[in-house]
């Protein structure tokens, strides 16, 4: 951890610059790129918490975090496979939106 | 070390320990780098050393290829007028990005024999690299190396057979060869 991320504006910084800096880069990189850096950025998102006190931790975007890191380099080995742990991640977001509706539901 | 335990054992390293590189082990990689071929003999190479922790952090914050937090980076750049003035426009246009390759490729197979783990990246912000380090006009950033002791080491990719990419002696006609 470095000590330029202790507090949310930095982190939020840093995340903003990251931004800027893949959406220039995706003008002249590789397509996936695109894909690879919004996932990767989807990684360091939730990361959040980590530096903004005021906010919780999520379960289920931790899981996500790791899922992620663990599939995002297949960018550069196997497009077909890091096309299917995409398709993958969103199933899982949309089964985790239904859970949080259903509970919503329940709740009120 | 065999020339092709090095080659084959090289990987793109994205996670490192904390440890520091040792000086005289750079040294060995720049010496490494300045060794490289060159067009016209050129040698358009400049190097620009890394370790400083705050510009390193900078450095990284701007470079969405670069992952991991190693603890020293060379950034080989090209000086493209004096490429020019020898080289023409072949030289400052294409010789510089070759030339940078091949002093990378130097850097990358040396720090593996000495134990260290790189990753070459390109995907940083050319404007923001300029600004942060200073870098004059007439100075071009090309290959940012990032270097450290391997904290994890990645299974090889796939490569695409040999036979399947070379030829002999005319395009199309396919050079059989015992796959390696």
């Known amino acids: 951890m470095t000590d330029t991320k202790d507090t949310g504006n ?13 959406g220039r880069n995706c003008i002249d990189e590789p397509p996936l790129y695109g894909p690879f850096r919004l996932l990767d950025a989807l990684s360091r998102l939730t990361d959040f918490p980590k530096h903004a006190p005021s906010l919780s931790e999520d379960p289920f975007l931790n899981e996500v975090k790791t899922f992620v890191d663990e599939k995002k380099f297949l960018v550069t080995t196997d497009a077909e496979a890091f096309k299917q742990a995409a398709d993958e991640l969103v199933k899982r977001f949309a089964k985790e939106l239904k859970r949080r509706y259903a509970q919503n539901k329940k709740e009120k | 070390m065999d ?29 490494a780098a300045r060794w490289a071929p060159s067009g016209s003999n050129i040698q358009p190479w ?24 190693a603890p020293l980076a060379i950034l080989i750049c090209s000086d493209k007028k004096r490429a020019h003035k020898i080289g023409g426009t072949l030289g400052r246009d294409y010789l510089t990005i070759a030339d940078c390759a091949m002093a990378a490729e130097n850097i990358q197979l040396t720090a593996y024999a000495l134990g260290l783990g790189t990753c070459v990246v390109k995907s940083f912000s050319h404007g ?7 870098i004059s006009e007439g100075i071009e950033p090309e290959l940012l190396i990032i270097v450290g002791y391997p904290d994890s080491i990645p299974v090889p990719p796939r490569r695409i057979p040999l036979n399947d990419m070379v030829y002999l002696n005319k395009f199309g006609e396919r050079l059989q060869l015992k796959e390696a």
């Not at chain 2, 900078?58 to 992952?67: A, E, L, Q, T």
């Open chain 2, 128 to 134: 923001a690299m300029k600004e942060i380090l200073e």
């Open chain 2, 46 to 69: 400049l190097f620009i050393v890394v370790e400083d922790h705050e510009i390193l952090e900078m450095v990284r914050k701007i470079s969405p290829g670069y992952f991991g937090e």
């Open chain 2, 3 to 31: 020339i092709f335990e090095v080659i084959k054992g090289r990987r793109s390293i994205r996670k490192y320990k904390l440890k520091q590189v040792e000086r005289e082990l750079t040294e060995k990689l720049l010496e």
């Open chain 1, 10 to 22: 930095e982190y939020l910084f840093e995340l903003a610059l990251f931004l800027a800096t893949s």
